[in-house]
C-alpha cells in the first residue's frame, strides 16, 4: 500500500502539468466532462488534483485525470492542487485505486486495473484480494472477462452486455461463436437466463423429456447465475443451495472477519446500532 506523504496544496499553472502516463482509463464521457467544467467555470476546483514534481518539465499528474481534463476544457490558467513525492510504482498504483473508487467504471476497467495492479505489485489472485479488502473469487470473476474475444469487449465496455451475460458468454464452449451470440443477446434483448440456455445447447446438452427434468435443468444454472450476481453484490462467494423437490433452499454468504461481516451488513442496509 502507498505510503502516507507529506503535502502542499498550491495553485498551479495548468499549462505545467503534463498527463499521468500510467493513467489506465483510457475512455471518458465527453458530456460529463463538458458538464464538470461548467461547474469548475462557476464554482472553481473543489477537490485538489495530486501531482509530483516531474524531472521533464512541471509536474506530472497522478490522481484527477477528470478535475484536470474538465478544467482545460473550462480554460482555466491554474488548478489547485498537492503536491507530493512519489516514485515510478506508486504512481501506478495511485492511478488505477483512483480509478477503482470510480462508481462509473465499466467491468471491464475494473478487469484491467486489477490485472494491472497484480503486474505491477507482483501479486497473485488471493494476494490481490487481501490487498484490496475483496474475496478471490470476486477478483477472479473479474479477470476471466479478459478472456473474451475483442467485439464482445466493446459491448461490455458500452454497457450494452452487461457483465452477467459476458460471465454466462465465458461457458460457451465454441469460442468462435462468442461474438454472434453477444451480438444477439444485445439485438434481441435475452436475459441471463435466456442467454444460459442457448449456451448449453450450444454446447451440446441434450433437453429432457421429461417436464420435471426440464424445470430443474433450467433452474439448475439459474441458482449458479443467481450465486454469481450476489457474490458481485455482496463482493466475497455467495452459495445457493436448493431442494428440487420442494422448491425450499437457503443462501449462504461468506466472510472472512469480523470487519468484512460489517461491510456486508452495509450493503444490506442493516444497522445494529
Not at 69 to 76: E, I, N
Not at 166 to 188: C, Y
Request: no cysteine; aromatic share 6%; glycine share 4%.
Amino acid at each position: 500500500m502507498v505510503a502516507e506523504k507529506k503535502a502542499t496544496i498550491v495553485n498551479i499553472p495548468i499549462e505545467k502539468i503534463r498527463p499521468n502516463p500510467y493513467q489506465p482509463r483510457k475512455t471518458f464521457d465527453e458530456v460529463a466532462l463538458q458538464e464538470l467544467a461548467e461547474s469548475i467555470q462557476k464554482n472553481g476546483v473543489f477537490q485538489p488534483i495530486i501531482v509530483r514534481p516531474s524531472s521533464v518539465l512541471g509536474y506530472e499528474l497522478i490522481a484527477g485525470e477528470r478535475r484536470f481534463r474538465a478544467s482545460k476544457l473550462a480554460k482555466q490558467a491554474t488548478i489547485p492542487a498537492i503536491v507530493r513525492q512519489f516514485n515510478e510504482d506508486e504512481m501506478v498504483e495511485i492511478a488505477i485505486l483512483e480509478n477503482l473508487q470510480r462508481e462509473d467504471l465499466s467491468p471491464l476497467e475494473e478487469a484491467q486495473a486489477y490485472e494491472k495492479l497484480m503486474k505491477q505489485l507482483q501479486l497473485n489472485q488471493t494476494q490481490l484480494a487481501e490487498h484490496l479488502g475483496k474475496s478471490r473469487p470476486y477478483i477472479a470473476n473479474y479477470l476471466r472477462l479478459l478472456g473474451l474475444p475483442q467485439a464482445t469487449k466493446k459491448l461490455l465496455q458500452t454497457g450494452e452486455l452487461s457483465m452477467a451475460q459476458a460471465r454466462t458468454l465465458l461457458s460457451l464452449q465454441d469460442k468462435d461463436k462468442v461474438n454472434a451470440l453477444a451480438q444477439k443477446t444485445v439485438n434481441e434483448g435475452l436475459t441471463v437466463r435466456n442467454l444460459t440456455g442457448l449456451v448449453e445447447q450450444l454446447n451440446g446438452q441434450k433437453n429432457k423429456v421429461n417436464k420435471r427434468k426440464k424445470v430443474r435443468d433450467i433452474a439448475e444454472p439459474y441458482y449458479r447465475q443467481s450465486e454469481q450476481l450476489l457474490g458481485e453484490k455482496f463482493g466475497t462467494k455467495v452459495t445457493v443451495n436448493s431442494s428440487k423437490k420442494s422448491g425450499k433452499g437457503k443462501i449462504e454468504i461468506d466472510y472472512f472477519s469480523v470487519a468484512d461481516f460489517n461491510r456486508i451488513l452495509d450493503v444490506l442496509h442493516i444497522n445494529l446500532d
